[in-house]
């Protein structure tokens, strides 16, 4: 099994940062893509960022592109989410996870328990 921890998030003014870090415990393996996710009430969750294994590609959903960047530290089994120019939209619960490298939640086999981000106007 695999544990994910998600920690970073909070309540931000349009405009700011915030950076999202993601633990990894348990049977990890630095052999597993990984990515973070995001979720709204009332809506699905829908993909934020994707990185490779070894953290030499990522892609990135549209609407993060060129504010958002996703990266890994293998040695210290760490996930991170660096946020920048938030907007309101953004507010979210953004989730981690492990699995493997693609873009829809069925792709992933482990998930954090989620971290709120808040990005008011």
């Known amino acids: 099994q695999v544990q994910l921890v998600e920690s970073g998030g909070g309540l931000v003014q349009a405009g700011g940062s915030l950076r999202l870090s993601c633990a990894a415990s348990?049977?990890?393996?630095?052999?597993?893509?990984m990515g973070w996710f995001r979720q709204v009430p009332g809506k699905e969750r829908e993909f934020v960022a994707g990185i490779t294994e070894s953290g030499g590609v990522a892609r990135y959903a549209d609407f993060v592109r060129g504010r958002f960047t996703i990266s890994r530290d293998n040695a210290k089994s760490t996930l991170y989410l660096q946020m920048n120019r938030l907007k309101p939209e953004d507010t979210a619960v953004y989730y981690c996870?492990?699995?493997?490298?693609?873009?829809?939640?069925?792709?992933?086999?482990?998930w954090g328990q989620g971290t709120q981000v808040t990005v008011s106007s």
């Open positions: 348990g049977r990890t393996s630095s052999s597993s893509a």
């Open positions: 996870a492990q699995g493997h490298w693609g873009m829809k939640e069925r792709e992933y086999d482990y």
